[in-house]
């Protein structure tokens, strides 16, 4: 089992990760609406991305015989007044669950807890790919500018972006 301490800040962090995918999905339908169908698949894929990290907690909750609970997830936006505002949105949400995937890291280094500081490994991976890759869509956005022909080309490459899925098992993925 792990600590009541950090059962509770892993339930926080699944009902992030469910806020995380909310906002992505959010994100995903305004772009369907703004006739950039490529950037909404890339953020279609954002949100599975992200139900799969929190049914990778809970996977974890289950395995060390601890209780999940989910609670309400808030509101999100629903609209960006551009690509690169949602971009930029995104790297800022993403730099903050790097530093809630941190402080789940100091819990469990605290408590002498290290099979969870082990599983939490694959997260603060995550993290960094998570904010390269954002960043990297920003600068490309920020190269662009007001040129339409570049929003369409990058619309068509974001397009392009699968779905793979992760291995949500407990153990899986170091
Ligand atoms: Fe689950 Fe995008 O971090």
């Known amino acids: 089992m792990v600590s009541k301490r950090l059962e509770a800040a892993i339930n926080k962090q699944i009902n992030a990760e ?7 999905l959010s994100m995903s339908m305004h772009f369907n609406n703004e006739g950039l169908p ?4 890339w953020f279609l894929n954002q949100f599975k991305e992200e139900q799969d990290h929190a049914h990778k907690f809970m ?6 015989g601890n209780r999940v609970e989910l609670t309400p997830i808030d509101k999100v936006d629903t609209s960006w007044k551009s690509v690169l505002h949602a971009f930029e949105e995104t790297l800022k949400h993403e730099r903050v669950v790097t530093q809630l995937i941190n402080d789940l890291v100091t ?3 605290e408590e002498k807890d290290y099979a969870s500081d082990n599983f939490l490994q694959w997260f603060v991976n995550e993290q960094v790919e998570e904010e390269e890759t954002a960043q990297g869509i920003i600068d490309s956005l920020r190269l662009i500018g007001d040129n339409g022909f570049g929003v369409y080309s990058l619309d068509k490459e974001l397009g392009t972006r699968t779905y793979t899925a992760a291995d949500v098992s407990a153990t899986g993925g170091e």
């Open 59 to 64: 996977n974890y909750m289950n395995a060390k």
């Open 107 to 109: 819990i469990a280094k």
């Open 18 to 24: 469910l806020w995380s995918a909310y906002l992505y």
């Open 38 to 41: 490529g950037i909404a698949n």
